[in-house]
């Protein structure tokens, strides 16, 4: 299913925020690939305000920015049950700004807590790893149920056995380039030591 972020977006960006929540429910296992950015279910409010603002102001949708953020913390009520989180990033999501040294602190911090919850595993591609596969566009696997990936213009919803086991594919391999534990911690420990060296 390809679905415009134009139409998606006719009402605001807090509908297409809420209407999120059944699907993080029902899912138990989550596999997210993101190259450039801190995922939303791990976002503050701060870091989410700044690239939801951002994503407006690109799109001239309805600017109702708080309400999409209000949303966006409420499904993330999802990481602290019994669902399980494999989380891969690149190592520039680390260091991407979404808004000013304080947001970035404090998103940074956000991570470092949310990576000890016991059902969170966290990897990070150092930018100089030797890959198993290369850097593509984000994506967010649903158990074995769906695949989304954001493209510029659209959201893409993939349901076909096939297809969503070619996401799983790579996202095993995009893990066998990352770093887990006490190596990315230290990774976000750097990034958080640039940000607030100035």
């Not at 930018?127 to 593509?136: F, G, H, I, Q, T």
């Amino acid at each position: 299913m390809y679905s415009e972020w134009r139409r998606q977006m006719r009402a605001g960006m807090r509908r297409s925020q809420a209407a999120r929540l059944p699907v993080y429910e029902r899912t138990s296992l989550f596999r997210l690939y993101e190259p450039g950015l801190i995922p939303g279910v791990f976002q503050t409010a701060q870091y989410a305000a700044a690239v939801i603002g951002s994503f407006m102001t690109f799109s001239g949708i309805a600017a109702d920015l708080d309400e999409a953020v209000a949303a966006r913390m409420e499904w993330q009520k999802i990481i602290y049950g019994d669902r399980e989180f494999q989380v891969v990033l690149e190592e520039q999501a680390l260091r991407t700004r979404a808004g000013g040294a304080d947001v970035m602190s404090g998103q940074l911090d956000r991570l470092l807590a949310v990576i000890s919850l016991p059902r969170v595993g966290l990897g990070i591609i150092p930018s100089l790893a030797e890959r198993k596969v290369m850097p593509s566009a984000g994506f967010l696997i649903f158990d074995e149920e769906m695949v989304q990936a954001e493209t510029v213009s659209a959201e893409l919803t993939v349901t076909q056995p096939r297809e969503i086991a070619l996401y799983a594919r790579r996202f095993k391999l995009l893990r066998q380039s990352a770093v887990d534990g006490r190596e990315a911690r230290a990774l976000i420990h750097h990034a958080l030591d640039l940000v607030q060296s100035g």
